[in-house]
């Protein structure tokens, strides 16, 4: 028998064609891949909490403190308006577009309606009720009312959180940085040249020791 016959008829060494080699390691990364998507999918079906379960927070809004059951799914402000009547924070569109829910958390404005409660738990929130002295405005308040920077009104709540917010980081912000500090916010009346004019005038009593 010839070598060409023997290593023809020898079952030990199968022949293997570049397009069987190709589709036997594509199927094998195929099935590592997939195993790796469903052994991922069940981690993080494992870390995802029952969004029905009620979870306890303790929320520092406007220096008081709140202990209070929550959903974790629920957006703080849905809290703030539901179960602590703080109605100050409007609901707008629900979706971070217009600003109106605007509060402050450690001086920052965020969006109540994209910041979930438990999310908020060791932080200071401030809400536009926070911004009263009893039953007087706030500087940044009285500037709103003095250049009549609304209309409707709808907006003005987030408005003036926006520029509260802005005058705690920048206690003498040019019109530029105003102009900035506001863009989250949507004005649909157009009131936008009052509400720059109230930001300065806020930032000039602050200025003369006005707040």
Known sequence: M?????????????????????????????????SGRVSAGHAAENQVMNPEEMA???????????????????????VLREHLDLTGTKF?????????????????????????????????ITTLEGLMRGEDLGPVQQAFLAEDAYQCGYCTPGQIMAVEGLLRETPRPSMEEIRRGVSGNLCRCGA?????RAAQKASDRRGQGGA
Request: charged residues 25%.
């Open 2 to 34: 010839t070598e060409e016959k023997k290593e023809k008829n020898c079952s030990c060494r199968p022949e293997v064609s570049r397009r069987g080699f190709i589709t036997t390691v594509s199927v094998g990364a195929m099935a590592v891949a997939v």
């Open 56 to 78: 306890r927070v303790n929320l520092n809004i406007n220096g008081k403190s709140y202990r209070l059951l929550v959903e974790p799914r629920w957006p703080l402000l849905y």
């Open 92 to 124: 707008g569109c629900g979706r971070g577009e217009c600003g109106a829910c605007t509060v402050l958390i450690d001086d920052v404005p965020r969006y109540a309606c994209l910041t979930l409660a438990v999310e908020a738990e060791g932080c200071r």
């Open 192 to 196: 936008y040249v009052n509400i720059f």
